[in-house]
C-alpha cells in the first residue's frame, strides 16, 4: 500500500479488520488497537446482537473459588501441588504432556458427554452433520498425545480409556484429526510440497460439509487439483472433512478458519492476551443457521460451551524496589564425638522385593482410603453467557441463564463392574510383567478382582456432587491403580514369603555420624542426642515434641531427621517420592526399638505416608538385620509420653 500511495496515490482506504490490533513483535505497541480505528464493533457487540453464538464459560464450581477452575484449565492445572516438580519440568520448561492430560480428563469427558447428547439431539433433528468439539494445545508434543489418546485409544500411563467411541478413528472413517501450526503455515502460503499436507488443508476447509457444491447439471464442483491427490491418496471423493468431529490443534485456530458446527471448546494451554482468548473462541462462534423466527422475528439462540479460555487477563509486574531481606543467623548442626554411644543407624531402603507363587493378600487395616473431593476436581460447573463486570471479570449477573455442566451424560455410559475389571487387569498385567509373579494370570485375575471390589466399595469415600463412577477419570484412576499396587503383598499367612526391602547398593547404613550441615531454621539443644542441636520445622510443635523426648525415661537415643537423609519411599500422583518423618528414637530395653515417630497436624497425604512407613517397618522387620522397628504417629506432643511406654513395653 506505501508503494501504491508513492507511485498513484490512494484516495480512500477503508480497513475492515477483524482484529485491529497490534499482533506480536511489535515492540510496546502488542496488543494496542490501530490508531486510525474510528468504529468498533466488538465480539460483545455481535453476540448481544444475536449475530454469532454465545460462548458459554464457566462462572462457578464445586471448589467455591472466585475463579473457577475450568474457567482457565491451564492456570488451575499449573497450580502448585498438582504436578510433581519432574512432571512441570523446571521453571522455563514445558510441562509433561501426561501430566496435563492427566489433569484435563475431566473436564474434558464433562464437555464431551454434552456433545454426544448434542450429537443425538442433531440426529434426531435429522441434522447429517456432527457438531465439533475442539481441544487448543500448547505445543505439537501436547497435541499428539491427546490425539493419541483420543482417536486410536492410546492411553498414557495412569490415564484410562477416554471410552468416546465418536472420536474414534476407523479404517475408513476418520472422526479425531489433529492439526499442527507448521501445516497449516505452509498450505496458506503455497510452500506445501507434501500431498498429506494438502490433504490436511482441504479437511479443515471442508470440516462441517456432507457434499461439494454443484453446477446447473448437479456435478460436483470440485477444488483444484482435488481429484489428482485424492486418486494419489487413494481417498474417497466426497469432502474430506465431512466425518471430523474432533480437532485437535496447536495455533490452526488463530489462522482465520471457520466452521459453522463447532459447539465445544477445550483450552490446553496458557493465553497471555485478550485478543488471543477472541481469536481462539471466536473461530468456533459462527452460527449454524441464520433462519428468522416466525413468532419472534428473531434469529434462535445458539450456544458455544467453552473450558480453559479465559476472557480476562490480569497484568502483574513484580515489585522491584522492595527492600533486601535482613540477613539471618546461622546454626551448625552436627554429631558430638563426646557422645558416640549415642549413635542411630538406619537401613536406606529403595524398593521391595515380592516374590508371590499362589496368593496375595492387603492389610486393610492400613491401606489409606481415596476420597473423591469436588472442592479439589468440580464434577460439576455453571457456564453462562459472556457477561463482564468493568473489570473484564465473568458475572452471573446480566441476560441469559445458568446452565449446569456436569459428567452425568458420561456417567451414565460408565459402570463401576467395568472400572474394576479395566484396574483389575492392569495390576494383573502390572505384577506378572514386572513383579516377576510366577501365578498365572487367569489365577491372579480373579484375586485381584476381589481385592479391587473390596477397596472401590469400603475404602472409596465419595462427596457429593461426585460420583463413585468418577475414578474413570484421571487423575483419580491413576491414584486408584497405585495405592493398590502399593497395598498388595504376598500372603505370608498361606506360606508366601513376606515383602522384603531392597537396600541401596551403592551407600552402607545412613547414621547420625554423617550429619554436618548449617541452618537458618531454629534450634534447641538437646542431651540425649548425638547431634548438639534438633532443627524444628514447626514453630511450637517440634520444640515440644523434642522436649517430651529427650527427658522421658524410657528413651535411650534420639535424632531429629534433618540432614539425616532418612526417608521412606512412597507413590503418589504417579510419582516415586520421599517421605520423610520428624525423629528416630532408640528405647531402652533388652532388644533396644527403634521408633519412627511422626508429630503430624492436617496433612492431605497422611493415609499415604503411614501405609508407606508401616510398610517399611514390615518389610525391615522381616529382614531382620537391623534390629526391631515401629511407627507412630501423634497428633499432639503431649501424647508422647504414652506413645513411648506403650512402644517401649512392647
Known sequence: MDRIQKNRGINLCVDLSATPYFLGRVGQQTNRPFPWVVSDFSLMDAIESGLVKIPQLAVRDTSGAEIPGYFNIWRWIMQPGRLTPAERGGKHATPKPEAVLKWAHTPIGMLAGLWEAEWELWKKRGESRPPVFIIVCKNTAM???????????????GIPSAKLPGFRNAPEQVNTI??????????????????ESRWMRLTLDTVGKTSWPKDMQGIDIFPEGFVDLANKLGRPLHPPGRDVRCIVSVAMLTEGWDCNTVTHIIGMRPFGSQLLCEQVVGRGLRR???????????????????????????PFKANSSAPPPEPVKRHHVHSIPQRK???????????????????????????????????????????????????????LMGPGPEVKVSLTE?????????????????????????RGCAVPSHELFPQ????????????????????????HFAPYYGWLVEVLLECIRPDSLSGEAPEIPRYESSRGPGTTNEVDFWTSREVREVSKSHL??????????????????????????????AGMGFAIPYLHNGQMHDYIPDFI?????????????????????????????????????????????????????????ACLIEYGDS
Open 585 to 641: 528414637i532408640r528405647l531402652k530395653g533388652e532388644k533396644p526399638i527403634c521408633l519412627i515417630l511422626e508429630t503430624k497436624g492436617y496433612d492431605p497425604l497422611e493415609e499415604v505416608k503411614t501405609a508407606a512407613a508401616r510398610r517399611w517397618v514390615a518389610a525391615v522387620n522381616a529382614e531382620a538385620s537391623f534390629g526391631v522397628w515401629n511407627y507412630c504417629v501423634v497428633k499432639n506432643p503431649s501424647e508422647i509420653p
Open 532 to 561: 548438639n542441636y534438633v532443627v524444628a520445622d514447626t514453630k511450637v510443635w517440634e520444640q515440644s515434641a523434642a522436649y517430651f523426648i529427650d527427658t522421658h525415661p524410657a528413651v535411650d537415643a534420639f535424632a531429629k531427621n
Open 288 to 314: 449454524a443457521s441464520y433462519e428468522i423466527d416466525e413468532a419472534t422475528g428473531l434469529m434462535g439462540e445458539e450456544v458455544a460451551k467453552v473450558f480453559g479460555v479465559p476472557f480476562e487477563v490480569v
Open 448 to 471: 485381584m478382582v476381589g481385592i479391587v471390589n473390596k477397596y472401590i466399595h469400603e475404602e472409596v469415600a465419595v462427596q457429593l456432587p461426585a460420583d463413585l463412577r468418577d475414578l
Open 143 to 157: 497435541a499428539n498425545v491427546v490425539y493419541e489418546w483420543l482417536a486410536n485409544d492410546k492411553c498414557p500411563s
Open 178 to 195: 489433529v492439526v499442527h501450526s507448521k501445516v497449516v503455515h505452509e498450505t496458506d502460503t503455497g510452500e506445501s510440497k507434501g500431498d
Open 341 to 395: 554411644h549415642l549413635e542411630i543407624k538406619f537401613p536406606r531402603v529403595e524398593g521391595y522385593t515380592q516374590s508371590v507363587r499362589n496368593r496375595i493378600c492387603v492389610d486393610w487395616k492400613n491401606v489409606p482410603s481415596l476420597i473423591l473431593k469436588p472442592d479439589q476436581i468440580p464434577p460439576e460447573v455453571q457456564v453462562k453467557g459472556l457477561n463482564q463486570t468493568n473489570k473484564g471479570r465473568l458475572s
Open 410 to 434: 458420561r456417567r451414565a455410559g460408565l459402570r463401576v463392574q467395568e472400572l474394576v475389571f479395566d484396574v483389575a487387569k492392569a495390576l494383573t498385567k502390572d505384577f506378572i510383567e514386572h
